[in-house]
């Protein structure tokens, strides 16, 4: 009865018609079969379908990943985050997290000048937070750099330190801080901002190896050899590449011999 009413009448009773899928739905399960230009193209369409959806922003986040992390496709991305820019900017968290990202992937990208815009105006957001404030003021610091403007490289990282934050995060800043100071030729600044990091409890193992090589290579260049060499054998076995300590050891021993057989003569 049932098959000569459709045959019949041409059509399905409500409750056997299959259900459509909605975009988000058809999108997922292109995905679990990782067929990613399938997908894309249904986040797109829900995109476009729908204005005011509830699901934009995860629908823009998995976009990002597609582009990002399948197709390594970062000028896509970046047109994504610029319009995301635009759709959220009324909403204060998501804008400074799409500030975030698009920045740093503008550096990736080496537009700098893009990338350096977006920092300035996350460094005078008020409800930045400390952490995501220090990131910013480290990353205007090698802005800054690259113009050659070292001056204001120095004193950003400066009110770096005046953050209350991680002491990983502080370490950071310090490791920055000494780093430029050594571009600049001052050394001896650098070298209270190695020791400063290195007199602090709370620092990563690395953090702390890594400071310890350079603040070896700023005592080599103050002529503080014998304290290089001590520096530099307590971290022989700790540095990733144990080569390189060696090497620099052994240069040193020989200026260290050198000096001592000068003052002889």
């Given amino acids: 009865m049932l098959l000569a009413t459709v045959l019949l009448g041409g059509c399905v009773p409500e409750q ?15 995905l679990s079969e990782r067929d990613i230009g399938e997908a894309e193209m249904y986040f797109q369409r829900y995109l476009r379908r729908n204005p005011d959806g509830e699901d934009r922003w995860e629908v823009w986040q998995q976009l990002l990943s597609i582009s990002l992390d ?20 009324a909403d204060p968290a998501r804008r400074r997290h799409i500030q975030m990202t698009l920045a740093d992937l503008y550096k990736d990208m080496r537009l700098f000048s893009r990338a350096f ?7 005078t957001d008020p409800d930045l937070s400390s952490e995501d404030r220090a990131q910013v003021y480290r990353e205007l610091s090698h802005a800054y750099l690259r113009r050659l403007e070292f001056t204001p490289a120095i004193d950003i990282l400066g009110l770096c330190l005046q953050l209350d934050v991680r002491p990983d995060t502080k370490a950071d800043c310090l490791y920055a801080l000494a780093e430029t100071q050594m571009l600049t030729d001052n050394l001896a600044e650098s070298e209270q901002a190695l020791r400063d990091l290195l007199a602090m409890s709370d620092v990563s193992r690395e953090r702390r190896v890594l400071a310890t090589f350079t603040l070896a290579d ?38 260290m011999s050198e000096k001592k057989n000068g003052k002889k003569k």
């Fill in 117 to 123: 815009r977006l920092w300035e105006i996350l460094a």
């Fill in 16 to 30: 056997l018609r299959p259900v459509a899928k909605d975009d988000l739905t058809l999108a997922e399960e292109a």
């Fill in 218 to 255: 700023v005592l080599e260049q103050r002529d503080k050899l014998q304290e290089a060499a001590s520096l530099l054998e307590s971290i022989r076995e700790s540095y990733p590449n144990t080569r390189v300590v060696t090497v620099r050891l052994g240069a040193l021993r020989d200026k």
């Fill in 70 to 89: 399948m197709r390594q496709d970062r000028a896509t991305a970046g047109e994504y985050l610029e319009v995301m820019l635009l759709e959220f900017q």
